[in-house]
């Protein structure tokens, strides 16, 4: 590693993100007819017409212009869309009967789903949290703290710790099995850690912070494996570890069997979850003005089972899951494991070993950049073969938007800026 390659680096990522990616999304995804934006592209960027709108995407979308804005990114135009996004979700998706965000809404923000659940409410803390901090705008901290608030009223589990996440409407408590109210997630927790340590950044209240470090403890002792500190997907109430099934209400488009099991339902760990949990931490732990040294040993090690498991060393990129103890399960290449561990391993690089983990970031760095990108439309393939190949091709839905992708390069351009300046220093 040379200040030339990481000056090279630097410069590739901040072409990416300005000249391609940040304009794929301000060219086309603000609804001027309905407010809101639109998330649904084909694999040329073209809006494929489909007629929803979920929480997932608003709240992220929100989240991406703030924050691109917040870094210093996109001038004016990023903040007036991350206001335009707020806007149509208090206006459309704010349930003033009981509180709470709905799932989703069609595209001129009629109801279609109207459940509350857990980890989209996360997001929306984490959204309105950072628009705040980015445009100084109240509302925002209004409307996460008020979200905040159900969550400790209606999602808290008194008796075994820890949050449910699937509701009604009314926040009764949905059905068992893939209604999803028997279970709990590292997905929702670990969210909620992100977005609680944003919501702190804004607020700085005390409550805020005890939540803050009350979601860090269940994190560590409770949804990490106990011998090999990597997480765990899915647990019953009691935490006890529950095969991984697919919900109702989904997120993302993870493979299942026919049954709605996962393959390897309980021996199973995603790479990207590791270390997004990793830098994420880092993260928190600086805004809670703790000492991250003080967890070195938690944190290296999702670390090295990326390291030593998820990273393609043949083909570039990283895995998408395996064993806890080892071994891959899944060698295709999904886009927001790629994202996050470019942040986790330039993290990696600054707080422990540089010369150990800056190969495992060059090499994701170079499979995203010559594989994973679609740099004739600006945003990234969603899912592909082990070689890079295209295996799902839409630009963006529902689900898969901006959040991860322009928050990636946003992070690895400021952690790249800190490794410059380090190796500059060195020289000098």
């Known amino acids: 590693m040379t200040l030339k390659k990481l000056l090279d680096m630097k410069k590739e990522s901040m072409n990416h993100l300005q000249q391609e990616l940040l304009p794929f999304w301000l060219d086309r995804c603000k609804d001027e007819k ?92 984490y959204s309105l949290s950072e628009y705040t901090l980015a445009t100084g705008d109240p509302t925002g901290l209004d409307y996460a703290e008020k979200v905040f608030d159900a969550l400790q009223k209606y999602a808290v589990d008194t008796m075994y710790g820890g949050y449910f996440e699937m509701f009604e409407r009314d926040w009764t408590l949905c059905g068992p099995s893939s209604g999803g109210g028997d279970r709990k997630t590292l997905d929702f927790h670990m969210h909620l850690m992100e977005a609680l340590t944003t919501l702190y950044e804004a607020s700085g209240k005390e409550v805020h912070r005890r939540k803050l470090e009350e979601s860090i403890e269940l994190l560590l002792y409770r949804i990490q494996h106990p ?71 938690v944190i290296l ?20 899951e395996g064993s806890h103890s080892g071994g891959v399960y899944d060698r295709e290449k999904e ?5 996050e561990v470019l942040i986790g391993m330039l993290d990696a690089c600054l707080h422990f070993d540089l010369e150990k983990y800056w190969p495992a970031y060059e090499n994701v760095h170079r499979f995203v950049h010559d594989k994973m990108i679609h740099h004739k439309v600006g945003e990234w393939w969603p899912l592909t073969t082990r070689r890079g190949e295209p295996i799902w091709t839409h630009m963006s839905h529902s689900w898969k938007v901006n959040y991860h992708t322009v928050r990636a390069m946003v992070q690895s351009i400021q952690r790249l800026d800190r490794l410059i300046e380090k190796v500059s220093a060195h020289r000098s």
């Open 301 to 320: 090690a999702q670390f090295e089972h990326c390291l030593r498991d998820g990273i393609d060393w043949e083909y570039g990129g990283v895995y998408v």
């Open 335 to 339: 886009f927001w494991q790629q994202a």
């Open 227 to 297: 011998v090999y500190r990597t997480g765990i997907p899915q647990f019953w109430r009691d935490w006890s570890v529950a095969p991984q099934i697919k919900f109702d209400i989904v997120w993302g488009w993870d493979r299942f069997t026919d049954d709605g099991v996962k393959s390897n339902a309980e021996d199973n760990t995603s790479y990207g979850h590791n270390v997004e949990f990793a830098w994420l931490f880092l993260h928190a732990l600086k805004v809670l003005g703790k000492d991250w040294r003080a967890y070195e040993e």
């Open 34 to 125: 309905n407010g809101g934006f639109i998330t649904q592209f084909d694999k040329d960027g073209r809006d494929t017409g489909e007629d929803q709108k979920s929480l997932i995407a608003q709240t992220r979308t929100i989240y991406t212009m703030a924050s691109a804005y917040r870094a210093g990114y996109g001038d004016e135009r990023c903040a007036d869309y991350a206001k335009f996004g707020v806007d149509f979700l208090l206006q459309k998706m704010w349930d003033s009967q009981y509180g709470g965000f709905f799932w989703t809404v069609n595209r001129k923000g009629d109801v279609q789903i109207d459940k509350k659940i857990g980890y989209g409410l996360s997001f929306c803390i």
